[in-house]
Structure formats: C-alpha cells, structure tokens
C-alpha cells in the first residue's frame, strides 16, 4: 500500500475520533459542541501552518494530503527548520485536540474507549508507517530516526 493510503488513512481515523468526541459533548450540550469545534478548528489550522508550513514534502509528497493543500492557502512561513516554538506549539495545539473531551468521553465509557483506541490506531500508523516512509527531512521525528539527506524547500 502506498504512504498515501495510510497518510489518508491516519487522517480519517483521526477525523472519527474527533466525531467520537463531537458525539459525547453534544449529548451534553450544543454550545460546548460549538466550542469544541471552533477550539479544534482554531488548532488544526495553527499546526497546518505551524509544522505542515515548513514542511519539505508539502509540495508535492505529502502522505496525508489533506495538511499540504491547507497549508499552501495559509500565509508563507519563512526559514527552513522548525524552531522550538514551532514545535512548542505543535504539541500544545495536539495536547489541547487530545485532551479538551476528555471529561465528557469518559461520562460516555463507550466513546472514551472508542476514541483512544482509534487514537491508538492512528498513532501506530504515524509511527511505524507514515514517518518512516516521509522524506521531510526537517522533521525531529526524521532527524532522530537518522535521516540525515537534505530536501531543498521549493519556496525558499
């Protein structure tokens, strides 16, 4: 299967645990729903500009598709390397995607179950098959795994 295919994967898997959390906070309230959508909307935008906007592979190699062609309508990020504020703010924008339903999950044992292990799912996915199969190598994740061959940005 091709890195596409489990980069898309990896997204839609994602997008049904965030429905699993969509599903619990409305059972609760439909302004905490609102809220909930606008808070995750707010954070998928800033990490598709924060990560995907320096990304080497955005162009034209993106496994999840999706982030890329997002990213390409948000304004132009400048420099070649994630910062430490980049990434900062990369895990907080995912902590707060992550664990903002958690309370009202966990009223609901059911979708608190379904949407970890969906998690769990696409976190393997990312681990063991999208980012060893991406050439960004700018990414942390890369560089750890010793990737160490330079991948000229188009727009620098």
């Known amino acids: 299967m091709t890195s596409r295919f489990h980069g898309v994967f990896t997204l839609t898997v994602l997008g049904c645990a965030g429905a699993?959390?969509?599903?619990?906070?409305?059972?609760?309230?439909?302004?905490?729903?609102?809220?909930?959508?606008?808070?995750?909307?707010?954070?998928?935008?800033s990490l598709f500009y924060l990560f995907c906007g320096k990304c080497a592979c955005r162009e034209d190699s993106c496994a999840m598709v999706l982030p890329a062609k997002i990213s390409k309508l948000l304004p132009e990020r400048k420099g070649d390397s994630y910062t430490f504020w980049d990434l900062?703010?990369?895990?907080?924008?995912?902590?707060?995607?992550?664990?903002?339903?958690?309370?009202?999950?966990?009223?609901?044992?059911?979708?608190?179950?379904?949407?970890?292990?969906?998690?769990?799912?696409?976190?393997?996915?990312?681990?063991?098959?999208?980012?060893?199969?991406?050439?960004?190598?700018?990414?942390?994740?890369?560089?750890?795994?010793?990737?160490?061959?330079s991948i000229k940005n188009p727009r620098s």
């Open 88 to 149: 900062f703010f990369v895990v907080l924008f995912l902590v707060i995607l992550a664990m903002f339903p958690q309370y009202w999950l966990w009223k609901h044992k059911a979708l608190f179950i379904f949407y970890w292990l969906l998690f769990m799912v696409a976190h393997t996915e990312i681990t063991f098959i999208v980012c060893k199969r991406c050439e960004n190598t700018r990414c942390p994740i890369n560089k750890r795994m010793g990737r160490r061959k």
């Open 20 to 45: 699993m959390a969509f599903i619990a906070l409305v059972q609760e309230s439909a302004v905490l729903a609102i809220i909930y959508l606008a808070v995750s909307m707010v954070a998928l935008l």
